[in-house]
Structures are given as structure tokens and as C-alpha cells.
Nanobody
Framework: QVQLVESGGGLVQTGGSLRLSCAAS????????VSWHRQAPGKQRELVAT????????DYADSVKGRFTISRDKAKNTVSLEMNSLKPEDTGIYYC??????????WGQGTQVTVSS
């Protein structure tokens, strides 16, 4: 198993920016798909963005397209989520997930993002 640790969350005003980072132990992180998810209070966890093993293919939820950017730094063994033009509806706990080739998953503990109106 890989230990995933998210960081970079915080409180920001509407229109502001945050950069989340997911750091991992072990080499499995760079060989598998990584995604960011979020869960708002009282709502189900939802997929925000996904990045391929090589970092060249990305996908985003419609609600964040054009505002969020997912990227991978293999040298640092991290996956980041750059979030711009933040809205109150972006508030939630953001989680990093690693998906192995066999379908198993590892999740981080999450980092809180709060966007004030």
C-alpha cells in the first residue's frame, strides 16, 4: 500500500486560488492513475479530476473545467491540483486517490477547502 498525504487546503474568498498537493510514499504512485475527489457537507463524494500515469492525459468534472488543473511531478512523487476562480460550491474535503491496475484503491485522509462568499 501507498500512503497518500494531502496538503494545501485552507480558507479563501470567492475568486481566490489554492494549490493542493498529494504526496506519496513508494514507486506505485507514479505507475498508476491518480484522481482528486471532494465531498461537501451532506453530499456524496464526487470526482474532480484525474491524471494518467504519464501525466499527459487529464480529465475534469464539468463543474471545474477551465478553473482547476491537475498535474504530476514524478521527481517529487506528487500530484497537484491548482484551483483558481474558486466558488463557495467548491467547499469541501478534498481527497487524493490512487487506483492500481488491479482495481484496488488507496485514499488520503483529505484536506479541507473552504471558500467564503
Amino acid at each position: 500500500q501507498v500512503q497518500l498525504v494531502e496538503s494545501g487546503g485552507g480558507l479563501v474568498q470567492t475568486g481566490g486560488s489554492l494549490r493542493l498537493s498529494c504526496a506519496a510514499s513508494g514507486s506505485a504512485f507514479s505507475r498508476n492513475i491518480v484522481s482528486w475527489h471532494r465531498q461537501a457537507p451532506g453530499k456524496q463524494r464526487e470526482l474532480v479530476a484525474t491524471i494518467s500515469q504519464d501525466g499527459f492525459n487529464t480529465d475534469y468534472a464539468d463543474s471545474v473545467k477551465g478553473r482547476f488543473t491537475i498535474s504530476r511531478d514524478k521527481a517529487k512523487n506528487t500530484v497537484s491540483l491548482e484551483m483558481n476562480s474558486l466558488k463557495p460550491e467548491d467547499t469541501g474535503i478534498y481527497y487524493c486517490k490512487l487506483v492500481y491496475m488491479n482495481g484496488e484503491e488507496d485514499w488520503g485522509q483529505g484536506t479541507q477547502v473552504t471558500v467564503s462568499s
